[in-house]
């Protein structure tokens, strides 16, 4: 047990903070800031708690590696008010991957029924855009738009976790 | 492991067939070398299984393929790193095979699949139903079939899947949990039915299929480059593993080989996957019993890794970084040596995370016996990666089918056979320690020179197979060109495949709330399952 905290005080802090431009490489500072901008607005519009329901609705399940990624330690996305739920009827925002797969449209159109209003959607990655390698076939119906309303789509394949952070802030700021 | 013995074991098995009165004829050369090729009368079939079980044979998969007026298909068998192809012909209009379900668990959903996709009927199939088809397409279509549009022939809202027979169970006190297809967490979507006792599950029912997306019928009249990506895609957290399997069956169709340099490069990057993978795997398993010290930090380590391969090549996942011919991103000299630094570093933060989770009691209670499959069923399914290797299966194909670069290196890999959730986790960390080992020689061997050959046309019809080993296990891929450099035919098999019945039985008598970690510790793709 002993060890065990030994680690954690070792490992200390992880998370990236803010720090002046130009140290220690772009991307980790820029992630930071776009997430406090981020977090300005959930304080104000959702009272400090955003809430996503993640749909993966025929991905390849590289775009989860990088939703799940932004909850990690380096990211940890909840500090700004984000936070992932179990169930749409707790949700604010459905984030989708796609493509829609015929087999999942119907659990898709479901699950944003079962969202409360108001609720928006994003539509992760290059598929879940606009189809991408997979486009629209007998077993897909390509784009989420192509389902239910979508009121954002983060383009990427999969899009990094930054990415997906500005399409956040991206779609609050329009509220 | 000795290649001849594979070869012997080949000869015996001719012979057995011969003795078993079974007319068949080796396809000398093989189309599909160095996997063998044995053309067998429709009818006898069922009875080469049956030989090829008493054999000790593993199956590995199926796939068919419409050649008009005849449905080819092809059984793979693997015995002391010796793949053999099963190959039959039968009627296009009237397609009826035995099943091989009767000698081998593996192939019963497989089958299933192939009389949704053409139309081929098993004949004395245990369970006709339906598998991969919802209700994206009817009953008499094959999506699989040259004539079925790819654009498929309905319009409008698919509806819901209402009808599928579960199993049932009647009586006092049995309920029925039904689970998905959207489930409460950041994951794939699949469907699980529980049939429960107080706690206790009594039996679990595996629907898939929720995921297909037609990726045999889109990789039809593809180039080679097209099929990379798409091949990249099967599964996203194992896009190397499906890009080299898709890229050396097109490269041994193409007869190209491959740079040195090239082929090292594809397991650096086939390394750091497992590793990458590994790592989150061990986070996700101590997240699941609610241990998120060992969520965080091994999710803390895996994230450095990400970051390192966006650095040197450019993607966080390594997405089409293998191309057909070769690779598209070199290594420079100055993050090798930065590799070689970091490979150091994570084997020391391991250390110190084994010596703490080793002595956590909590871990140890909810890992240890839960979960178990015995090796007599890790056996008869033929399990895979690290599933099959907690449960006395050693097979590893870079150790016993080995492929460049992997022949001139020597591949540990650690084998347990108590077949719970704490083996299936040992063995996942004992792999990462091997693959760190791996990547440090492929470092130090690293050759000079091209990095991607020129690809060149194959001729029309050119067919070529490949087994790689991904982190999950073996994954298979099947490519027969066209004309014009075009994909006829594309069949990958994610380990995914063979590994997802062993859930159901390995959760029998655990209690309900084990289910999340028994089913993360098997970690099955339900992408690269569905296609």
Not at chain 1, 148 to 169: K, N, R, S
Not at chain 2, 345 to 360: C, H, K, Q, S, V
């Amino acid at each position: 047990m002993l060890r065990l905290y030994g680690k954690i005080f070792k490992t200390g802090v992880i998370t990236e903070k803010v720090r002046k431009p130009g140290r220690q490489g772009a991307e980790p500072d820029e992630f930071v800031q776009t997430g406090e901008q981020l977090r300005q607005i959930v304080d104000r519009r959702f009272r400090g708690s955003l809430a996503i329901r993640q749909v993966d609705a025929g991905s390849c399940n590289g775009c989860e590696l990088e939703i799940h990624a932004i909850n990690n330690a380096y990211y940890d996305v909840e500090r700004f008010g984000v936070h992932f739920v179990a169930s749409p009827r707790h949700a604010d925002i459905l984030m989708v991957t796609g493509p829609v797969s015929r087999h999942m449209e119907e659990a898709l159109r479901r699950t944003w029924e079962a969202t409360p209003e108001p609720k928006w959607v994003i539509a992760v990655g290059d598929c879940g855009a606009c189809g991408g390698e997979f486009g629209v076939s007998y077993a897909s119906c390509g784009a989420v738009s192509n389902v239910i309303p979508v009121d954002l789509a983060i383009p990427g394949c999969p899009p990094t976790p930054l990415a997906l952070l500005q399409g956040l802030l991206t779609l609050c700021g329009r509220l | 492991m000795n290649p001849i013995t594979g070869i012997d074991a080949y000869h015996a098995f001719g012979l057995k067939l011969a003795e078993a009165g079974l007319p068949l004829r080796s396809v000398d050369p093989s189309p599909l070398a160095p996997a063998k090729v044995l053309e067998l009368a429709p009818t006898d079939w069922g009875k080469a299984a049956a030989v090829a079980r008493a054999e000790s044979w593993r199956w590995a998969g199926v796939w068919a393929e419409d050649c008009g007026p005849q449905l080819t298909v092809q059984a793979c068998l693997e015995k002391q790193g010796c793949y053999v192809l099963l190959h039959t012909a039968v009627d296009s209009a009237h397609p009826v095979l035995p099943s091989h379900t009767h000698s081998y668990w593996a192939a019963e959903r497989p089958e299933r699949q192939l009389q949704d996709m053409f139309g081929l009927r098993f004949e004395d199939h245990p369970d006709p139903r339906r598998w991969a088809r919802h209700q994206a397409w009817g009953d008499t279509e094959h999506p699989l079939r040259k004539d079925y549009p790819v654009a498929g022939t309905r319009s409008g809202p698919t509806p819901p899947d209402k009808d599928y027979a579960f199993l049932r169970a009647h009586g006092p006190s049995v309920y029925e949990i039904p689970v998905g297809p959207v489930h409460a967490g950041i994951i794939e979507p699949g469907h699980f039915r529980f049939l429960a006792v107080g706690e206790t599950v009594l039996h679990l029912e595996e629907r898939l299929g929720y995921v297909h997306k037609g990726i045999e019928k889109i990789a039809e009249g593809r180039d080679p480059q097209g099929l990379a990506r798409l091949a990249g895609r099967v599964s996203g957290d194992s896009t190397v593993g499906h890009a080299w399997a898709a890229c050396m069956a097109m490269e041994r169709a193409a007869r190209i080989e491959i740079p040195a340099r090239a082929a090292s490069l594809r397991a650096i990057f086939a390394e750091r996957e497992r590793v990458i993978n590994h790592l989150w795997d061990l986070a996700a398993r101590c997240n699941d019993v609610g241990f998120a010290f060992g969520y965080y930090q091994f999710g803390r380590l895996r994230e450095q890794w990400l970051r390192e391969n966006r650095e040197w090549f450019g993607h966080r996942l390594l997405m089409d970084r293998i191309v057909p011919g070769g690779v598209a991103t070199d290594l420079a000299s100055e993050a090798a040596a930065k590799m070689g630094k970091t490979i150091v570093r994570l084997r020391r933060e391991l250390d110190e995370l084994l010596t703490i989770l080793d002595a956590n009691s909590s871990l140890e209670d909810r890992f240890l016996g839960a979960g178990v499959l015995s090796a007599e069923l890790a056996a008869a399914l033929g399990a895979l990666g690290f599933v099959g290797r907690s449960s006395g299966q050693s097979f590893d194909v870079r150790r016993d089918a080995p492929y460049a670069p992997y022949d001139r290196l020597e591949v540990r890999v650690p084998v347990e056979t108590q077949g719970d959730v704490s083996s299936r986790f040992w063995v996942r960390y004992k792999e990462l320690r091997a693959a760190l080992r791996l990547l440090e020689s492929l470092l130090v061997n690293l050759p000079a020179g091209e990095i991607a050959a020129t690809w060149g046309e194959p001729p029309a019809d050119a067919q070529g197979f490949a087994a790689v080993e991904g982190w999950r296990g073996e994954i298979l891929a099947f490519v027969r060109f066209a004309t014009d450099n075009r994909i006829a035919r594309y069949w990958p098999r994610d380990p995914s495949t063979v590994n997802w019945p062993a859930l159901e039985k390995l959760v029998l008598g655990n209690i309900v709330p084990d289910f999340p970690v028994c089913n993360k510790s098997v970690n099955g793709s339900y992408s690269g399952h569905d296609l």
